[in-house]
Nanobody, 126 residues
Framework: QVHLVESGGGPVQAGGSLRLSCAVS????????MGWFRQFPGKEREGVAA????????DYADSVKGRFTISQDSAKSTGYLQMNSLKPEDTAMYYC???????????????????WGQGTQVTVSS
């Protein structure tokens, strides 16, 4: 069974940085689409960033472009979301998600993902 486990969230002041990690276990198939999503209270999850492990191509929501960077380790078993210049409006629960296959269509669309982590809270204070 495949599991995703996020870590790295926590409190931070505005302008600060955090790096979220997403450890993947239970799968040896390396070609996958990994995404980071966030959810505000009372709202649906929104896509923040995604990476296609096969090609390394990335995609970002406009709200985080230039501030967040998604990456993966060389073994493609752990994904990262480096978040810089954090703002109070970035405060949310952050989730990583993955799906395995040869493509990464609609990378920021939540319905396409099959496996989700439990989430990690990011709180940015002003």
């Amino acid at each position: 069974q495949v599991h995703l486990v996020e870590s790295g969230g926590g409190p931070v002041q505005a302008g600060g940085s955090l790096r979220l990690s997403c450890a993947v276990s239970g799968s040896t198939y390396r070609s996958k689409c990994m995404g980071w999503f966030r959810q505000f209270p009372g709202k649906e999850r929104e896509g923040v960033a995604a990476i296609f492990s096969y090609s390394g191509l990335t995609d970002y929501a406009d709200s985080v472009k230039g501030r967040f960077t998604i990456s993966q380790d060389s073994a493609k078993s752990t994904g990262y979301l480096q978040m810089n210049s954090l703002k109070p409006e970035d405060t949310a629960m952050y989730y990583c998600a993955a799906r395995w296959g040869r493509n990464c269509y609609d990378p920021l669309g939540a319905p396409g993902y099959t496996t989700w982590g439990q989430g990690t809270q990011v709180t940015v204070s002003s």
